[in-house]
């Protein structure tokens, strides 16, 4: 999602996103964000200060401008304006 709100600019590819401020998801370990497409597969390692495990919580902390959340593209609309 574009966010005029944003302290950064939006990636367009992951590795896009390294370097930039990652709201992690933590449930014992920080999860690994995981893209794929056509057939490559590419993680990337949130680097970040703030880690929830919630993704509710995530997306409201993006889109108050904390970092870039990776959650559920179904939990991202629903939590969009």
Do not use: C, K, T
């Amino acid at each position: 999602m574009d966010r005029a709100n944003s302290r950064h600019a939006v990636p367009r590819m992951p590795q896009d996103s390294r370097g930039l401020p990652g709201i992690r998801f933590a449930r014992g370990q920080y999860s690994r964000w995981e893209f794929e497409r056509d057939g490559e597969e590419v993680l990337i390692a949130a680097d970040g200060r703030l880690s929830l495990n919630d993704q509710g919580l995530m997306v409201d902390a993006a889109l108050a401008g904390e970092g870039l959340a990776y959650v559920f593209e179904a939990q991202a609309w629903s939590s969009g304006d």
